[in-house]
């Protein structure tokens, strides 16, 4: 029977020799800067990411169901941690772009953009993630705003918008990445198209309704909202536009992975253990005038933790014609038809913050594991790999003593490393 045991990746080995110190300093090295109460949020991730894909942690027995056959095999689990663990982020990304292909942009061609504000306001959000989504909603109002004025009459847009806190060599930095409907409809449910090609004014809107926000939530004070409003470069910025053309079905799965990243690539991290140190690599940085930074090990784990956002925060937003309440009306007017969306298929009730938790729970775990695993290494794992017959999950096991049992009997085998979201 095969068996290969899944590597521990670079960041699990770091977490696995260091976590322990870190969490003993955490208190008086980083709890002022990062957060007096994160350490019991990056605990649990930790634990969990260090345990992600550990046949000795949990392993599903997956068995042909054809009767003279009985071909089977096992799978350790996997974490799901977002924005910490690599692997499972990029499966869930997969999910999620997925979804938002099939089940919630329009045909119409879209744009990618990022949205980022002064360094000297990203202090903000360090402390008040709540700001994140602030300015998810003010964007959207800045672009529904911006296509009703130019075409005169009231329209309805549609944007899928997620907040970031990872900038460069894991600095915070917040800013925003949107999918922006190019166009709205009217009240008729007509399609206007507009183009979003010059952002000067767009841009020079955003920076005023951002610091109008500040200070009305009373961060800025009126001097220094004049002095941001006076620079000649204001450090806000709408960049990187990307357009999604509407029938390339991969080219827009591809770009929609782009709404999330994962705050650091394995490929640029080196971790030289004697030393307990991680060397970072990037490209050159004009503004910091670097390319490279070592951390210790205590310190990288705090610059990584911080970008976990908090348990069940949602960093996707989805506003306007993409909201799931705007959804339910159009798939009773029949507007998603005609824009060649599958509305049906999924449903959360939660108004705007559906994301791969309810693709996940609608369908079993089992199916969207084959599903990804299909799409990823384009084979199907539940197709018996010896009879061609359906493969099926028989049983999950948890108990340790039994786990190990297991791994003895499969070590001198090998197979393809997948794991599997039984959780
Ligand atoms: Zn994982
Ligand atoms: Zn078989």
Redesign the pocket.
């Known amino acids: 029977m095969p068996y290969i045991p899944k590597s521990q990746n670079v960041i699990q080995k770091i977490m696995h020799e260091h976590f322990t110190s870190f969490e003993e300093v955490y208190d008086d090295r980083y709890a002022k800067e990062y957060g007096q109460f994160r350490l019991i949020r990056i605990k649990e991730a930790v634990q969990k990411?260090s345990d992600?894909?550990n046949y000795l942690k949990g392993i599903a027995r997956i068995k042909c169901t054809d009767d003279t056959c009985k071909h089977e095999y096992f799978r350790p689990f996997?974490?799901?941690?977002w924005y910490l663990?690599p692997?499972?982020h990029q499966k869930r990304l997969l999910l999620l772009s997925e979804q938002l292909c099939e089940n919630v942009l329009f045909r119409s061609p879209h744009r990618q953009f990022v949205f980022t504000i002064p360094k000297s306001l990203r202090v903000y959000f360090k402390h008040d993630r709540k700001l994140f989504s602030d300015i998810s909603r003010l964007i959207h109002s800045l672009i529904t705003d911006y296509y009703s004025e130019m075409k005169g009459i009231s329209l309805k847009t549609g944007t899928v918008i997620s907040y970031q806190s990872a900038g460069d060599i894991l600095r915070f930095n917040s800013h925003w990445h949107a999918l922006v409907l190019e166009g709205g409809l009217d009240k008729e449910n007509n399609f206007h198209y507009i183009s979003l090609k010059d952002l000067s004014d767009m841009t020079e809107l955003f920076r005023q309704k951002v610091i109008r926000l500040l200070v009305k939530k009373k961060l800025l004070n009126h001097q220094f909202a004049r002095n941001l409003l006076s620079w000649k470069h204001s450090g806000f910025s709408i960049n990187n536009s990307v357009l999604l053309r509407p029938h390339d079905d991969r080219a827009r799965e591809n770009l929609c992975q782009y709404i999330i990243r994962h705050p650091v690539s394995l490929k640029k991290i080196e971790y030289i253990p004697a030393k307990s140190k991680v060397l970072y690599h990037t490209k050159y940085n004009e503004y910091w005038k670097e390319n490279i930074k070592l951390f210790t090990a205590n310190d990288f784990i705090a610059e990584l933790t911080q970008h976990l956002p908090p348990k069940r925060k949602h960093m996707i937003r989805y506003y306007g014609l993409y909201s799931s309440r705007s959804k339910g009306k159009a798939r009773i007017d029949g507007t998603y038809e005609k824009f060649g969306i599958n509305g049906a298929g999924q449903g959360s009730k939660n108004d705007t913050n559906f994301d791969t938790e309810s693709v996940e729970s609608n369908k079993s775990s089992n199916q969207t594991w084959a599903r990804l695993i299909q799409k990823v290494y384009e084979v199907d794992p539940m197709k018996c790999p010896k009879c061609g017959g359906q493969m099926k999950i028989i049983a999950v096991i948890t108990d340790s003593f039994e786990c190990k049992k297991i791994v003895g009997h499969l070590k001198k085998n090998k197979s393809p490393p997948f794991d599997i979201d039984v959780a």
């Open positions: 990411f992600c894909g996997s974490c799901k941690q663990c692997s499972c």
